[in-house]
């Protein structure tokens, strides 16, 4: 019966991801996107899901829906108005360079949520992360400081309190 119940558990949100990217909402697109969410959850839900648990809590999905309209709307508004001013300056003020940043989330979800996040956000490109110290190496635009605390608060910190919430 886990087997089962995890494999249920997955297919929700992953037919919910299937019908918001497919755009159209016909009886075909309904039942057959179900089933390609309920084929993909048996073959990953032994590999995606360690503690069923955390899928059937509700304030875990509010977090992630928070934290999608978030990033999607002003931290990614903020990031490519910056890189576009900055691509029309006519000096092209950049100070690009490389700076860690420390991290404190526990689960691999978290941090491969945190890195993607940076990585996706114009200016920004996580190159390699030391999981031994806790560190992800940044590659930033304009670098405004080297030292960690204040790298952290600027670029990850937003991104790790929502991680934290919903996988940690």
Same mark, same amino acid.
């Given at each position: 019966? @886990?087997?089962?119940?995890?494999?249920?558990?997955?297919?929700?949100?992953?037919?919910?991801?299937?019908?918001?990217? #497919? @755009?159209?909402?016909?009886?075909?697109?309904?039942?057959?996107?179900?089933?390609?969410?309920?084929?993909?959850?048996?073959?990953?839900?032994?590999?995606?899901?360690?503690?069923?648990?955390?899928?059937?809590?509700?304030?875990?999905?509010?977090?992630?829906?928070?934290?999608?309209?978030?990033?999607?709307?002003?931290?990614?508004? +903020? #990031?490519?108005?910056?890189?576009?001013?900055?691509?029309?300056?006519?000096?092209?003020?950049?100070?690009? @360079?490389?700076? +860690?940043?420390?991290?404190?989330?526990?689960?691999?979800?978290?941090?491969?949520?945190?890195?993607?996040?940076?990585?996706?956000?114009? @200016?920004?490109?996580?190159?390699?992360?030391?999981?031994?110290?806790?560190?992800?190496?940044?590659?930033?635009?304009?670098?405004?400081?080297?030292?960690?605390?204040?790298?952290?608060?600027?670029?990850?910190?937003?991104?790790?309190?929502?991680?934290?919430?919903?996988?940690?």
């Amino acid at each position: 019966m @886990g087997k089962l119940v995890k494999i249920i558990l997955l297919s929700i949100p992953l037919y919910i991801l299937y019908l918001v990217f #497919a @755009g159209v909402v016909t009886l075909t697109d309904i039942v057959l996107g179900y089933i390609a969410a309920l084929i993909t959850a048996a073959i990953t839900s032994e590999l995606l899901i360690k503690e069923k648990e955390k899928l059937t809590q509700l304030r875990r999905l509010v977090h992630l829906i928070k934290y999608f309209l978030l990033y999607i709307t002003i931290i990614e508004y +903020r #990031a490519h108005s910056d890189v576009i001013r900055r691509i029309f300056h006519p000096k092209m003020p950049i100070n690009p @360079g490389i700076i +860690r940043i420390p991290y404190h989330v526990k689960s691999d979800y978290a941090l491969v949520t945190i890195a993607n996040s940076i990585t996706n956000t114009p @200016g920004t490109v996580t190159v390699d992360i030391d999981k031994e110290e806790k560190k992800l190496f940044v590659h930033w635009i304009d670098v405004k400081g080297v030292e960690e605390e204040f790298c952290y608060k600027t670029i990850s910190k937003k991104f790790e309190e929502h991680a934290k919430k919903i996988f940690d």
